[in-house]
Each structure stands twice: as C-alpha cells, then as structure tokens.
C-alpha cells in the first residue's frame, strides 16, 4: 500500500524559496520514478516536476522549469522539490506521486503572497 507524506509548504513571498519533501512508504522506492503535482483552487491537478528511479532524467512543466528542481534520496525514500523565485500563481497543494501506481498523500499547501 503506497504511503505519501508530503511537508514543507506553507506562506512565502513573491521571489523567496521553499523545499517541500515527501516520504514514501509501502514499496520499493529505489524502483519508481516519482513526480511533484500541484492543484490550485479551481483548477485540476498538474504535473510540475519528474525524476526516474535512478536519477539520470528529470522533466519540468514550462511553466517552473529554471526555478523548480527535483531530486531524490533514495536511501531516504524521500523525493524533493526545491522551489526558487516563486510567484503568486504557484500557489496551490503540492503532492508527490508515483506514475506507475496509485494512491495520494495529504498534499502540503504552498501560498505564495505579499
């Protein structure tokens, strides 16, 4: 049973940083690609961000690529999403997620606003 628990968000100004992480649990984590999603209030839920299982690619939605990396650890089972220059339209609940299977964690809210 795949278990996510994403953390990190919360009130930022326009153009400050956050990292928001994400423990996985439930299988092998070693073995998955992993994305970042975000959803806005309104709106559906987006891929932002994803890293294979070994590190050697990563993909971003234009609209956070050069501002949003993705990394992993996976001696951690923790995935990550490092946020820079943020702006207001990046606020949303972020939630990490496995491609190939299913199950979603609480999400961690971001809110981006002077």
């Known amino acids: 049973q795949v278990q996510l628990v994403e953390s990190g968000g919360g009130l930022v100004q326009p153009g400050g940083s956050l990292r928001l992480s994400c423990v996985a649990s439930g299988f092998t984590f070693r073995n998955y690609a992993m994305n970042w999603y975000r959803q806005a209030p309104g709106k559906e839920r987006e891929l932002v961000a994803y890293i294979s299982n070994n590190v050697d690619r990563t993909n971003y939605a234009d609209s956070v690529k050069g501002r949003f990396t993705i990394s992993r650890d996976n001696a951690k089972n923790t995935v990550y999403l490092q946020m820079n220059r943020l702006k207001p339209e990046d606020t949303a609940v972020y939630f990490c997620?496995?491609?190939?299977?299913?199950?979603w964690g609480q999400g961690t809210q971001v809110t981006v606003s002077s």
């Open positions: 997620g496995v491609p190939q299977l299913s199950g």
